[in-house]
């Protein structure tokens, strides 16, 4: 097993979805990145709250073994985001973004996390993400997500980020947005451009499609009846990923594979109910039965 360090918002979340609400509800992009990854991982986070973050979502982190050295309590308000979504649940639209502590977070990572070999640029300000990034000492995989808003506000910064990381995990509008390019297929080989190795374009209900240069594989999404709240998907996707790659300390072709197959079974439950609800109530054995699932789903004699 390997060190997974995180850098990403941790956030209180204000959400509508046809199936509810809640209001400043524990979120973020770390959060759920990390709550998943401790499943797989030893995990280490580094971010910002304020002083009006509530003590019990820490303590939830905590008792996950989140290792949260890297955090600081900054004076000032927590990140707050504040979305909605449609009977599309694929895509959220954003109604409020508070940076509050994030606007001047200036990251110093403890000691024991720079030499972690596995780092996730979670969703957050790009120039936090290189930041980061540059205190590393030997990282083996280096991944990054994003959204829109630092796609529009930080382009440039993105770009300088995305040519220092092996990977990417986007979702497919924004994979298409970085692009400038409405293909899929087009958009992620032009993105491998850019500077990432292998990318991970994440399709909500539709699965998550890996490309690299001599490489294409798909796993198709876990059929749910029931899908409360997307927010986090993308993240716990991501956490189940990067947390089974570190679990096994090597990133060899099926590794990915299976690692992408570990994220989809994360974030099938993650949308099984508002904020981190359905992680919290998450055994092990769960995760392996969904895993098992997931292979029956798609094993098909030749
Ligand atoms: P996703 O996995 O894409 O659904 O991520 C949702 C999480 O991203 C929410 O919990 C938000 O708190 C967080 N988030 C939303 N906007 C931003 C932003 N601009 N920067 C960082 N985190 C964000």
């Not at 996707?237 to 072709?253: E, I, N, P, W």
């Not at 993650?270 to 895993?291: A, G, H, I, M, N």
């Amino acid at each position: 097993m390997a060190d997974l360090v995180v850098v990403g918002s941790v956030a209180l979340d204000t959400v509508t979805t046809p199936f509810g609400a809640v209001t400043e509800a524990l979120g973020g992009a770390a959060t759920y990145f990390s709550y998943s990854a401790s499943f797989f991982t030893q995990v280490r986070l580094v971010g910002t709250v304020g002083e009006d973050f509530p003590s019990e979502h820490l303590d939830l982190l905590r008792h996950r073994h989140v290792d949260l050295a890297g955090l600081q309590i900054s004076k000032g308000r927590t990140f707050r985001w504040t979305g909605e979504y449609g009977y599309d649940l694929n895509e959220a639209k954003t109604l409020d973004t508070q940076l509050n502590v994030f606007a001047d977070f200036k990251p110093a990572l403890p000691e024991a996390y720079k030499a972690a070999p596995f780092l996730f640029l979670a969703n957050i300000d790009p120039v936090l993400q290189l930041d980061v990034r540059r205190q590393m000492t030997r990282t083996d995989l280096v991944a990054l997500d994003t959204m829109n808003f630092w796609i529009q506000g930080k382009r440039d910064d993105l770009l300088r980020a995305l040519a220092e990381v092996d990977a990417l995990l986007i979702n497919d509008a924004e994979a298409r947005q970085l692009a400038g390019e409405p293909n899929l297929v087009k958009a992620a080989r032009a993105i491998l451009r850019l500077g990432p190795r292998t990318i991970v374009v994440k399709r909500g209900e539709y699965g998550a499609l890996m490309l690299s240069e001599d490489e294409v594989f798909f796993v198709p999404a876990y059929p749910l009846e029931s899908v409360f709240d997307p927010t986090g998907a993308g993240d716990t996707f991501a956490g189940g990923f990067m947390g089974y790659l570190s679990s096994q300390g090597k990133v060899d072709r099926q590794s990915v594979r299976r690692a992408i197959v570990y994220g989809s079974v994360m974030a099938s439950f993650t949308v099984e109910d508002f904020s981190l609800d359905r992680l919290k109530r998450l055994t092990p054995e769960d995760v392996q039965r969904r895993y098992g699932a997931f292979h029956d789903l798609v094993r098909v004699d030749l």
